[in-house]
């Protein structure tokens, strides 16, 4: 058997960019058959400050919170339908990339109130010292910069973002240069996008530390354009 997990969503309780909320995103992925789902909301500026509210002065576990609604609010839509893991997409206060973080917890989050600021030499080896991993997501998507790989675990090589152009055979490409960890995610967003990404196992992922175990071991197929690579 067969066991999809997707690895890159947002929902609208705390993205301000989504549109769809996690309890009807729920069902759009146990109609979809995934086994798991990894929120991986964004923690930047905007998460906080947007056209809908200003929460920017507030105290961080306040926003922490609010961050954790969305995860929240996705366990008790699943219902044990599929299993729902903590993630992030993280962007920094230095640039406009956005960082995937796997393995994420939220006693890390809050005890790392200054994360969007940190630069990557300091934030990146916390993250990997909590035995998280730190991949930057659509790398060659407009606006994007190239990282230094050292400071890379891996990069995302497929990105189902029908509204944007992520080049991910550019992607692919420099995963192979410089031996990255690779991952696929739908990157859902709006009710019009569909859980075309991820990755499948033989086994139902059912903690983040199964998970970044997979991540790292490769043991596992690409989902890409909704369909199992092998």
Same mark, same amino acid.
């Given at each position: 058997? &067969?066991?999809?997990?997707?690895?890159?969503?947002?929902?609208?309780?705390?993205?301000? +960019? !989504? =549109?769809?909320?996690?309890?009807?995103? !729920?069902?759009?992925?146990? !109609?979809?058959?995934?086994?798991?789902?990894?929120?991986?909301? $964004?923690?930047?500026?905007?998460?906080?400050?947007?056209?809908?509210?200003? $929460?920017?002065?507030?105290?961080?576990?306040?926003? +922490?919170?609010?961050?954790?609604?969305?995860?929240? =609010?996705?366990?008790?839509?699943?219902?044990? /339908?599929?299993?729902?893991?903590?993630?992030?997409?993280?962007?920094?206060? =230095?640039?406009?990339?956005?960082?995937?973080?796997?393995?994420?917890?939220?006693?890390?989050? /809050?005890?790392?109130?200054?994360?969007?600021?940190?630069?990557?030499?300091?934030?990146?080896?916390?993250?990997?010292?909590?035995?998280? @991993?730190?991949?930057?997501?659509?790398?060659?998507?407009?606006?994007?910069?190239?990282?230094?790989?050292? @400071?890379?675990?891996?990069?995302?090589?497929?990105?189902?973002?029908?509204?944007?152009?992520?080049?991910?055979?550019? !992607?692919?490409?420099?995963?192979?240069?410089?031996?990255?960890?690779?991952?696929?995610?739908?990157?859902?967003? $709006?009710?019009? $996008?569909?859980?075309? *990404?991820? #990755?499948?196992?033989?086994?139902?992922? &059912?903690?983040?530390?199964?998970?970044?175990?997979? @991540?790292?071991?490769?043991?596992?197929?690409?989902?890409?354009? *909704?369909? #199992? +690579?092998?």
């Amino acid at each position: 058997m &067969t066991y999809k997990t997707e690895l890159h969503i947002h929902t609208a309780e705390v993205s301000d +960019c !989504a =549109t769809v909320p996690a309890r009807d995103s !729920a069902d759009v992925y146990a !109609a979809a058959g995934y086994s798991t789902v990894v929120v991986t909301n $964004h923690m930047s500026k905007f998460t906080y400050k947007n056209k809908r509210f200003d $929460h920017s002065d507030d105290p961080w576990d306040v926003k +922490c919170d609010y961050y954790m609604n969305g995860y929240h =609010t996705m366990v008790e839509a699943a219902a044990g /339908r599929f299993n729902v893991l903590f993630g992030m997409e993280l962007r920094s206060n =230095t640039n406009d990339n956005d960082y995937l973080i796997y393995g994420m917890t939220e006693d890390f989050m /809050r005890a790392h109130p200054t994360m969007m600021d940190m630069p990557l030499k300091e934030l990146v080896p916390a993250v990997r010292e909590a035995g998280m @991993l730190f991949l930057q997501a659509h790398p060659f998507r407009n606006g994007m910069k190239v990282t230094k790989p050292d @400071l890379l675990d891996g990069i995302e090589i497929y990105n189902g973002h029908p509204g944007q152009e992520s080049r991910n055979d550019i !992607a692919e490409i420099w995963a192979k240069k410089f031996g990255f960890l690779a991952s696929s995610g739908s990157d859902y967003h $709006h009710a019009h $996008h569909a859980p075309v *990404g991820g #990755i499948a196992t033989e086994f139902a992922i &059912t903690s983040n530390e199964q998970l970044v175990k997979v @991540l790292r071991e490769g043991s596992f197929r690409f989902i890409r354009d *909704g369909r #199992i +690579c092998d």
